[in-house]
């Protein structure tokens, strides 16, 4: 039995229609700092971010890739 040592935050992502949408959250998810890898599902509108990255940066990050986190 282990821990991983990366937490994982899931945040809810609103406008998302295909996995396009999905590329584009992620790319932008990844690029913050501490973020070690992000996981999307556009039909769910979910985003794990898997690090350590604080709700205001990958709100910013969701915002840039236009798309918005419900709060
Ligand atoms: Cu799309």
């Known amino acids: 039995m282990s821990m991983s040592p ?3 935050t899931t945040y809810r ?9 999905a590329l584009s959250v992620r790319e932008e998810v990844e690029e913050l700092d501490g973020v070690e890898r992000a ?7 979910t985003l794990v ?8 940066a990958v709100r910013a990050a969701v915002a840039d890739a236009g798309y918005e986190l419900v709060a």
Not at 49 to 56: K, L, R, S, Y
């Open 6 to 8: 990366t937490p994982d």
């Open 13 to 21: 992502v609103t406008g998302m229609t295909c996995g396009h949408c």
């Open 39 to 45: 996981t999307v599902d556009h039909e769910a509108g």
């Open 49 to 56: 971010v898997h690090g350590t990255a604080d709700a205001a």
